[in-house]
């Protein structure tokens, strides 16, 4: 008996076959295990810096299961070169979370979604790297800049950076400010000539202290009891600013709330209303309704977390825009595998010292 010869696939076929393979296993790998991410903002300097290449891990907080389904593979927002969403949210699944090998600790760098980006599904909102520096439970507060934990003083990033005023009548090029690993970027010449604003590390300031040319280096910080009307819940209201901020509660699952003190709707009202899955939920002259009912109560139904920028003036974070909620956690910043500057030229611009370092 004759069997039958397998036909031969052709080169266009053998090419589409492949493509569809490599396409698979990207998404899976993307997926599952591990994802590309670039730093694009100076919020994390100096621990992570501007041109940084880094892979987020998916393993160790557990891989988040899609949400949004109805997507095109390896992308995130729209398609690739357009402004064309990549995505249709009428179907959406429940949050769920495979089983990681560790949870969220204090001091974490974390990928998350940009909780505040409204217009897209929470699992498609912008990517942000910040630090985990406030735990499900913890008391948050911040004193003439330094960040306490439960009433006690918090453990600051080794190259936590501030603004400083630089004061000297001269005038320094590039090459001053990079022999001292600032970021041409954070550097603002005071109209009247008489210095510099910057972002450095306090190490570095005060070497800059040091310099002849230079008269003096100031931390420009906000005052206690000067409110700034961006910070959450109502920096205005409670006279808090990036500086001075706090104490408040990050909501825990499981936290329940008494909705008869409206200095508690006050702090809480938004995470309730956008982050908790509440539907019918209506908030009126300070009073909180669900189904029609007024809530005298309530329950918090996930964990939050409070993040924070290390470059604690130039960083948008949880002092502004809130809490970030469990199911927006896409993974732990792992380990960097390429970092370029681009205020260098050639081979000066990759920085051969960061390679595969793991981010701390």
Same mark, same amino acid.
């Given at each position: 008996?004759?069997?039958?010869?397998?036909?031969?696939?052709?080169?266009?076929?053998?090419?589409?076959?492949?493509?569809?393979?490599?396409?698979?296993?990207?998404?899976?790998?993307?997926?599952?295990?591990?994802?590309?991410?670039?730093?694009?903002?100076?919020?994390?300097?100096?621990?992570?810096?501007?041109?940084?290449?880094?892979?987020?891990?998916?393993?160790?907080?557990?891989?988040?299961?899609?949400?949004?389904?109805?997507?095109?593979?390896?992308?995130?927002?729209?398609?690739?070169?357009?402004?064309?969403?990549?995505?249709?949210?009428?179907?959406?699944?429940?949050?769920?979370?495979?089983?990681?090998?560790?949870?969220?600790?204090?001091?974490?760098?974390?990928?998350?979604?940009?909780?505040?980006?409204?217009?897209?599904?929470?699992?498609?909102?912008?990517?942000?790297?910040?630090?985990?520096?406030?735990?499900?439970?913890?008391?948050?507060?911040?004193?003439?800049?330094?960040?306490? @934990?439960? *009433? =006690?003083?918090?453990?600051?990033?080794?190259?936590? $950076?501030?603004?400083?005023?630089? #004061?000297?009548?001269? &005038?320094?090029?590039?090459?001053?400010?990079?022999?001292?690993?600032?970021?041409?970027?954070?550097?603002?010449?005071?109209?009247?000539?008489?210095?510099?604003?910057?972002?450095?590390?306090?190490?570095?300031?005060?070497?800059?202290?040091?310099?002849?040319?230079?008269?003096?280096?100031?931390?420009?910080?906000?005052?206690?009891?000067?409110?700034?009307?961006?910070?959450?819940?109502?920096?205005?209201?409670?006279?808090?600013?990036?500086?001075?901020?706090?104490?408040?509660?990050?909501?825990?699952?499981?936290?329940?709330?008494?909705?008869?003190?409206?200095?508690?709707?006050?702090?809480?009202?938004?995470?309730?209303?956008?982050?908790?899955?509440?539907?019918?939920?209506?908030?009126?002259?300070?009073?909180?309704? @669900?189904? *029609? =009912?007024?809530?005298?109560?309530?329950?918090?139904? $996930?964990?939050?977390?409070?993040? #924070?920028?290390?470059? &604690?003036?130039?960083?948008?974070?949880?002092?502004?825009?809130?809490?970030?909620?469990?199911?927006?956690?896409?993974?732990?910043?792992?380990?960097?595998?390429?970092?370029?500057?681009?205020?260098?030229?050639?081979?000066?611009?990759?920085?051969?010292?960061?390679?595969?370092?793991?981010?701390?």
């Amino acid at each position: 008996m004759k069997t039958k010869e397998k036909k031969k696939k052709s080169p266009a076929r053998e090419w589409l076959d492949a493509l569809v393979f490599a396409v698979i296993a990207a998404s899976l790998i993307r997926w599952l295990l591990l994802e590309p991410f670039t730093i694009p903002t100076a919020s994390m300097e100096k621990s992570l810096l501007v041109g940084d290449f880094l892979f987020v891990s998916k393993m160790h907080y557990g891989t988040r299961a899609p949400r949004t389904i109805l997507q095109m593979p390896l992308t995130h927002q729209t398609i690739w070169g357009t402004n064309i969403k990549s995505y249709n949210d009428a179907v959406q699944l429940p949050y769920f979370r495979l089983p990681g090998f560790t949870s969220v600790k204090r001091n974490d760098v974390v990928v998350f979604n940009y909780p505040v980006e409204f217009e897209h599904p929470s699992d498609l909102r912008t990517n942000y790297i910040k630090r985990a520096v406030g735990m499900p439970g913890d008391v948050i507060e911040i004193k003439d800049t330094q960040l306490l @934990i439960n *009433g =006690q003083p918090g453990d600051n990033p080794e190259l936590m $950076q501030f603004s400083y005023e630089v #004061m000297t009548e001269r &005038r320094f090029g590039l090459e001053f400010f990079q022999d001292y690993e600032i970021n041409p970027e954070s550097i603002m010449p005071f109209s009247n000539g008489a210095g510099y604003l910057v972002s450095t590390t306090p190490a570095t300031a005060e070497r800059l202290r040091k310099v002849s040319s230079i008269s003096a280096v100031h931390l420009r910080s906000y005052k206690e009891g000067l409110g700034e009307p961006d910070i959450m819940p109502d920096g205005s209201y409670y006279s808090w600013n990036r500086d001075n901020f706090g104490p408040l509660e990050i909501p825990a699952k499981g936290w329940t709330i008494d909705l008869t003190d409206e200095d508690m709707v006050r702090r809480y009202a938004f995470t309730i209303e956008r982050f908790e899955g509440n539907k019918n939920l209506n908030i009126e002259a300070n009073k909180i309704y @669900i189904d *029609g =009912q007024l809530q005298e109560s309530y329950t918090f139904k $996930q964990d939050y977390f409070f993040m #924070m920028g290390d470059n &604690r003036h130039d960083s948008a974070d949880s002092r502004y825009w809130g809490f970030v909620p469990e199911d927006h956690i896409v993974g732990k910043a792992w380990f960097l595998w390429l970092s370029l500057d681009k205020h260098r030229n050639m081979f000066s611009k990759i920085r051969w010292e960061r390679f595969f370092k793991p981010i701390r």
